[in-house]
C-alpha cells in the first residue's frame, strides 16, 4: 500500500479516490472518520488518506490526481506526492515541476 493523496477537506480526498477508481486502481481511505478527533494527534495525521492497494499502481495514481487537479486547488507533485499550494509553479519539497494541464 501506498499513500497518494491526502488533504484535510474530505470532498477533494473522495472525489480523488473515486477518479483513481475509475481508471481501475484499487484504493483503500484512512482517517475517514476521524474528523473533530484532534488532540492526542496533530491535525494533520488527522487528515483523510487515499492509499493504493498495489504499490505497482502508485505512479499512475498520482498522475491521475496531478492531471484532474484544477487550479482552485492544491496540486500534487508528481515525484514526492507532497500537496503544493495552487500558486506554485515547482514542488516545495523536492522541486520538481507541475505537470502542465490542456485547458
Ligand atoms: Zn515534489
Same mark, same amino acid.
Do not use: Y
Given at each position: 500500500m501506498k499513500l497518494v493523496h491526502s488533504n484535510q477537506n474530505n470532498i477533494l480526498v473522495h472525489n480523488a479516490k473515486n477518479l483513481i477508481e475509475a481508471q481501475g486502481i484499487e484504493t483503500a481511505l484512512k482517517?475517514?472518520?476521524?474528523?473533530?478527533?484532534v488532540g492526542e494527534i496533530s491535525a494533520i495525521d488527522s487528515w483523510p488518506e487515499v492509499w493504493v492497494l498495489?504499490?505497482?499502481?502508485y505512479e499512475r495514481a498520482i498522475k491521475i490526481i496531478a492531471t484532474t487537479n484544477d487550479n482552485a486547488v492544491d496540486w500534487v507533485c508528481e515525484q514526492c506526492a507532497e500537496p503544493n499550494d495552487p500558486?506554485?509553479?515547482? *514542488?516545495?519539497? *523536492?522541486?520538481h515541476e507541475k505537470a502542465v494541464t490542456e485547458q
Open positions: 482517517n475517514e472518520f476521524v474528523q473533530g478527533g498495489n504499490d505497482a499502481d500558486s506554485f509553479e515547482i *514542488c516545495w519539497n *523536492c522541486q
